[in-house]
């Protein structure tokens, strides 16, 4: 059995290809502003051809995210918690209790081991965007996200940024820079402040701290990982590739259409 999950982000879509349960092709690309739909297919083509095989050969695709209606080719939705519970049992059987990290929206979701919902929470307006806020705050550092992580390893920590607005903790880093704050502890400070705000969403949610899977872009980033880690405690663990943890769970959703 063939089928597919489309997950259509904020920032990136994902596309998945699953056969007999396993991942043969997968995919992801930007979501080119207004040409979502345009850009899903162009996502999804290339799956296909590193699955090495055609669209007929699929039986269900299966779209989620917040552009998910944006996905002209797919056979059936799914809202995104549904769609994320399946794909982190998938790659997490032991969790129950999901956190994803996009560019947009930070999602946590509480669930048992059959995928059943048991709590779910969006962030507070002022949590939204952290994918974008860590991409701008390694900007202003002159660095990727990826290599602000290996600057916030060298840092012992004692420095803050306002983690309640993207536009104060601008103001926060241009002051730090002035006053000759070292880059690694402003980096600290950065990753320490997404990180105070994912764990604040998560705490609304009485998550067990113990079972914790993350997923969405922004769990790829070791030091967003790292600070999480300080703040929560518990055991935490990052899905396989966690950006397309969606994507898979609307992959299974399909197959189980599929019966």
């Known amino acids: 059995m063939v089928t597919a999950g489309v ?11 699953l056969k007999d349960d396993e991942v043969v092709g997968s995919s992801i690309g930007p979501t080119n502003g207004f040409e979502r739909g345009k850009a899903a297919a162009e996502v999804w083509d290339e799956a296909l051809k590193q699955a090495k095989l055609s669209a007929s050969d699929v039986g269900q695709v299966i779209a989620t995210g917040a552009g998910k209606m944006d996905v002209e080719f797919a056979t059936n939705n799914v809202v995104e918690p549904v769609a994320d519970v399946k794909g982190a049992l998938k790659v997490a059987p032991e969790s129950r209790t999901l956190i994803d990290i996009g560019a947009e929206q930070i999602r946590v979701v509480k669930y048992d081991e059959n995928g059943k919902v048991a709590n779910y929470t969006l962030n507070q307006q002022c949590g939204a965007g952290l994918g974008v806020f860590a991409e701008a705050m390694a ?30 903790a601008s103001l926060d880093i241009v002051t730090m820079i002035h006053d000759n704050v070292a880059k690694e502890d402003i980096a600290w400070a950065v990753l320490d402040a997404i990180a105070n705000k994912i764990a604040a969403t998560a705490n609304l ?10 997923m969405g872009g922004l769990a790829k980033s070791e030091g967003v990982v790292a600070a999480l880690k300080r703040r929560m405690g518990g055991k935490i663990e990052v899905a396989g590739d966690p950006e397309i943890v969606g994507a898979v769970g609307a992959a299974i959703i399909g197959a189980t259409e599929a019966l």
Do not use: H
Not at 147 to 162: D, H, I, P, Y
């Open 7 to 17: 997950d259509v982000g904020v920032k990136t879509i994902k596309a998945v290809i």
């Open 205 to 214: 949610t009485n998550i067990d701290k113990d079972n914790v899977v993350l």
């Open 139 to 168: 900007r202003m550092l002159g660095v990727t996200v990826e290599e602000m992580s290996g600057l916030a390893a060298k840092s012992k920590g004692g420095v803050s940024v306002n983690g309640e607005c993207g536009n104060y």
